[in-house]
């Protein structure tokens, strides 16, 4: 029975059959039992809260270290009390929301600091917290104090679970007030350091006392929650301000990241000398890549195509080729056709040159590269050799398919692999299919010699000839 059906079903029973039998099913399972009690007061979100909070002060008074193997039973529980807060309080009583879900997210240290959270569950926890409290928070009035507020709840960050705090800050606080939020992160990131001592120059040089480093870090997470503001913002200048604070000059990694929000919220220009190192050599293709849709963007059409030529001539995939193709005009496509092809060849691959050809549209150019190299289709990788006779197959290369399926069969003949029978024996089937497709088999053995070739070579493989026999 499907969870619809179900639902139906349960809503044509009587509301009192229906409210014992889910008292009795949660008085003998406790983990129920505190969900029932939630959903059985969301009606009256001051009991409601009074609840809530009570179980969370339950989970803030353990001490217990939460080891992996009961971190998910653990979420579980932190997830369940936060969609009773959701179904019972986010509409009702937003303000009694906001508050619980600000003790929830405040845990985070306590929490986070006693568990084995190695597959993120209970993080991710915090996390949705965050953006329930902004959710929370969009539903209650305008007030100036929001975004002292929205600070407030950021700092002590020490795990990064409430990022998600600034990720969804654009939902509460309008353009002016994220703005006067930058402001506060960058006064806090550009305060000088802590220095101890009298003033003497071996006092002022000690860079490593615990204030300073204390110091220093705050500072450096005030400048992030400055870049994710901005992000918010959609201002690629204000982030790029928030990187250059410790870093004047921005390294390519840096750089890359800053050219990808003026790619994204403009001026695009602005990319362009952040990407100069990509220009002129770069190997990192999605720097290349990147290059290419900012030329896209401000319509030169010859620094266009002459970047995705540079990141096909790198890649040399279809993909690459095909958005290269597309800068072209009509005429010049034929000839950019054989240039990659002998590109391609040069790889040495047969059988990437066999995949690029029908990937670009060129089967028969394909089926002759993979018959002059048929004596390699042992030798390749059984799943890209599977997809190659499924393409060639597809694209009605039928000789080139057979010699693919006669490849496979022999793989696992050759090496005994008794359990892949049964595919051996469906390829077989497959030559039996495809044999009236062809009107011949030019050098290669005909299909009724392959077949006594293969039953001489493999005729004590009885297992599998009696799958040939059962799928014939």
Partial sequence: MTHDELVARLAKLSQKRLAVFVADLARDTPELCVRVEALALSGDPKSLTKLLRKRLTGVKRRRRFIHYRESRAFAAELSGWLMDVGEGLLDSDPEAALGLLEEFICLDGRILGRVDDSNGLIGDSFRLACQMWQLAASKL???PEWVKRVYDLHADNDYGVRDAVLDEAALRLSELELRRLAKMYEENAGAPPIRKGKGTSSDIEVSVSSDNFERD????SAATAMGQVAEALKDAALYEKSLRIFSPRLNTIQATEVAKKYVAFGPAEK?????EFAQSDARDLGQLDLLATVYEKLGDATKLRET???LFEQTVSSEDFAAYLACLPEPERAEAKQSAIARVLTTGDPFRVTEFLLEIGDPESAA??????????????????LRLAKNLERASQFRPAILCYRALSEQILEEARSKAYGHASRYVAKLDALNPQIDGYGDFPDHAAYMAGLRERHSRKHAFWRRVKGVG
């Fill in 141 to 143: 009035p305008a007030s």
């Fill in 217 to 220: 870090w705050e500072a450096r």
């Fill in 271 to 275: 990319a362009l000398s952040l990407l």
């Fill in 308 to 310: 995705r030529k540079r």
């Fill in 368 to 385: 002759r590269v993979i018959e002059s190299a048929s004596v390699g289709l042992m030798e390749v990788d059984y799943s890209r050799l």
